[in-house]
């Protein structure tokens, strides 16, 4: 029997190498979470100073990093072993296909999708060398769920649930986890264009069960659950952070309308 104070060890992180790809928004908040639970984090970002002002926050280090660079991945993930790594990286081109240029949707596809194979390529057997770790990606509900003018992102974010279970069945015998963290609307600056049409932002709040939008401290918790032996046995998984608004999209409710 499992004696109790070892539950209360489960989400301790401490001494842990965590390396947290991408220094704004969610990214800022989660490695706040992972130093605040004793990780010794390491923020990269393509943008150095906003690297630094996240490492300086959660007293960690900051460095540069191209995600769409396999050179620069692998030189940096020799660089900065890590126990625990947290891709938050992706932007967004809101446009209809047919409006989509060539150039627009190589950038899309490489900044999410092959920038996270570049990290998954060069984490994955250097955590499994390490004997084990936790690899966190954070993905959207537009893996699942689309509208008009999001199919480039959301292509890409169905492609990286995939490409991490993949991992997950690849590096599951070094011990190494891999997940994928969907939010659901959260109040960041790639959401900046949405929110700042009252209209756009009140509908989108509406769409979800708590009818809000997410602070980015709130996808905090699972990704410290996940980083951690909390999460043990957790793996290929997705854990949406979505306020429920995957449980209720497309939902009628007849009591309102009448």
Known sequence: MTDMSEYLQLFDLTDLSAVVVGAGGIGREVALGLAAHGARVTVADVDEDAARRTADACGGDAARLDVTDAAAVADFTAAHPAQVVVTTVGINVRKRLADYSDAEFARVLGVNLVGTFHLIR???????????????????IRATTVEPGQG?????????????????????????????????????????????????????????????????????????????????????????VDGGWTAVDGRFDPFAAH
């Open 122 to 140: 060069r984490y994955g057997p250097a955590m499994a060398d390490l004997g084990g770790g936790s690899f966190v990606a954070f993905t959207s």
């Open 152 to 240: 480039a992102y959301a292509a890409t974010k169905a492609g990286m649930q995939q490409l991490l279970r993949t991992a997950a069945a690849e590096f599951g015998p070094g011990g190494v986890r891999f997940n994928a963290i969907a939010p659901g609307v959260v109040d960041t600056p790639l959401t900046t264009q949405i929110r700042s049409d009252p209209a756009w932002g009140d509908a989108y709040a509406a769409k979800s069960a708590l009818g809000r939008w997410a602070d980015p401290s709130e996808m905090v918790g699972a990704a410290v659950f996940l980083a951690s032996d909390a999460a043990s046995y957790v793996t290929g998984s997705v854990l949406y």
